[in-house]
Nanobody, 123 residues
Framework: QVRLVESGGRLVQAGGSLTLSCAHSGGTFSSYYMGWFRQAPGKERDFVAAISWSGGSTYYADSVKGRFTISRDNAKNTVYLRMNSLKPEDTAVYYC????????????????WGQGTQVTVSS
C-alpha cells in the first residue's frame, strides 16, 4: 500500500519561502506521477503543481507559476515543493498525491493522498 507523508508546513511571513516534502513508501517511487494540491478553509481542493515520473516535465497552476517549484528525488523517494514569495492567499493545507498514470493538470483523481501539512502565511 502506498503511503505519502507530507512535512515542512509552518507559519511564515508574507514574502518568505518554504519547502514542503512528501515522502513516498510502499511502491516504486519512480513509477508514480506526483502532484501537489492545496485546500484553504471553506474552499475546494485546488491543483498546485505536478511532476512526471522522471521529473522531466512539470506543470503549475497559474497562481503559483514563477513562485513555486516542484521537484523530485527518486533516490530518496521524495517530492518537494519549493515556495517563494509567499502570499497570505497561499495559506492552506497542502497535500501531495500519487498515481501511476499521467494526470492532466488540475485533475484531482489521483489514487493516493497524504494527510496534508498546514502552511500559514501572515501578512
Amino acid at each position: 500500500q502506498v503511503r505519502l507523508v507530507e512535512s515542512g508546513g509552518r507559519l511564515v511571513q508574507a514574502g518568505g519561502s518554504l519547502t514542503l516534502s512528501c515522502a513516498h513508501s510502499g511502491g516504486t517511487f519512480s513509477s508514480y506521477y506526483m502532484g501537489w494540491f492545496r485546500q484553504a478553509p471553506g474552499k475546494e481542493r485546488d491543483f498546485v503543481a505536478a511532476i512526471s515520473w522522471s521529473g522531466g516535465s512539470t506543470y503549475y497552476a497559474d497562481s503559483v507559476k514563477g513562485r513555486f517549484t516542484i521537484s523530485r528525488d527518486n533516490a530518496k523517494n521524495t517530492v518537494y515543493l519549493r515556495m517563494n514569495s509567499l502570499k497570505p492567499e497561499d495559506t492552506a493545507v497542502y497535500y501531495c498525491a500519487a498515481d501511476t498514470r499521467f494526470r492532466a493538470p488540475r485533475r484531482a483523481d489521483y489514487d493516493y493522498w497524504g494527510q496534508g501539512t498546514q502552511v500559514t502565511v501572515s501578512s
